[in-house]
């Protein structure tokens, strides 16, 4: 049941209009990076975390990572212009001996071990799985400002992070897709690109991914209610 985890925190979340990376902003006094890292850090199954950054933000990675003592994170690296490339060079350090690799956002700080444990649980006898939650709202294909269509939603799901693979399925899907400067949407559809079926388990709606300032409303109201829980 043990995994490995690769962490792509390179990206500038320029939608957040923070002025900062995302993963630096703080929820309830602490970075959202720290959030997520907390996470894993008490999974007893995480054997070792990889963390992506970019080159400019490597050191102040460093010193976060030192300030917080996380010991399950095993190496630092910088990652490329797109995620895609980030998470490559993430799964290039990691033990060639590990089974499963879980690829997760740094700015999706909710995520729970529960959730974790049936993804790890379902890639584990499938190769590939994915958490979703099936779409509530309504979905319209639009062009041009104009209703073409409204899609039927019962078959559709929205993908979250983490994903889990195979270290060698997620290799070879990320190494083709290399070579040949295909650039896809998520890390399952390089592996569904290579003719492997990535199961669906089913997710949680406060597994948000912080992407605008109106996310960080939603985040702090998570936080809290989980404390309350707590106390």
Same mark, same amino acid.
């Given at each position: 049941?043990?995994?490995?985890?690769?962490?792509?925190?390179?990206?500038?979340?320029?939608?957040?209009?923070?002025?900062?990376?995302?993963?630096?902003?703080?929820?309830?006094?602490?970075? $959202?990076?720290?959030?997520? @890292?907390?996470?894993?850090?008490?999974?007893?199954?995480?054997?070792?975390?990889?963390?992506?950054?970019?080159?400019?933000? @490597?050191?102040?990675?460093? =010193?976060?990572? #030192?300030?917080?003592?996380?010991?399950? +994170?095993?190496?630092? $690296?910088?990652?490329?212009?797109?995620?895609?490339?980030?998470?490559? !060079?993430?799964?290039?350090?990691?033990?060639?001996?590990?089974?499963? +690799?879980?690829?997760?956002?740094?700015?999706?700080?909710?995520?729970?071990?529960?959730?974790?444990?049936?993804?790890?649980?379902?890639?584990?006898?499938?190769?590939?799985?994915? @958490?979703?939650?099936?779409?509530?709202?309504?979905?319209?294909?639009?062009? !041009?400002?104009?209703?073409?269509?409204?899609? =039927?939603?019962?078959?559709?799901?929205?993908?979250?992070?983490?994903?889990?693979?195979?270290?060698?399925? +997620?290799?070879?899907?990320?190494?083709?897709? =290399? #070579?040949?400067?295909?650039?896809?949407? =998520?890390?399952?559809?390089?592996?569904?690109?290579?003719?492997?079926?990535?199961?669906?388990?089913?997710?949680?709606?406060?597994?948000?991914?912080?992407?605008?300032?109106?996310?960080?409303?939603?985040?702090?109201?998570?936080?809290?209610?989980?404390?309350?829980?707590?106390?």
């Amino acid at each position: 049941m043990n995994y490995w985890t690769v962490i792509p925190a390179a990206g500038q979340g320029k939608r957040m209009k923070a002025g900062i990376s995302k993963q630096w902003i703080e929820l309830l006094g602490e970075p $959202v990076l720290a959030h997520t @890292l907390h996470v894993f850090e008490k999974d007893p199954h995480c054997e070792g975390v990889i963390l992506v950054g970019s080159e400019k933000e @490597l050191q102040q990675m460093q =010193d976060f990572v #030192e300030s917080f003592q996380y010991q399950k +994170v095993r190496k630092i $690296v910088p990652g490329g212009k797109e995620r895609q490339q980030s998470v490559y !060079e993430g799964l290039k350090v990691v033990p060639t001996d590990a089974d499963l +690799v879980l690829i997760h956002d740094a700015a999706r700080p909710f995520i729970t071990h529960d959730s974790i444990l049936q993804l790890v649980n379902t890639a584990r006898e499938t190769g590939s799985a994915v @958490l979703a939650v099936p779409v509530k709202d309504t979905v319209k294909r639009v062009i !041009e400002n104009q209703v073409e269509e409204t899609i =039927d939603r019962s078959s559709l799901w929205a993908v979250q992070t983490p994903q889990a693979f195979r270290l060698s399925i +997620v290799m070879d899907a990320h190494r083709k897709a =290399d #070579e040949e400067g295909y650039i896809g949407t =998520d890390d399952a559809s390089l592996v569904e690109r290579i003719g492997q079926t990535v199961a669906i388990v089913m997710g949680d709606y406060h597994n948000i991914k912080l992407t605008t300032s109106d996310d960080l409303l939603f985040g702090q109201a998570i936080l809290l209610e989980r404390q309350g829980e707590k106390a």
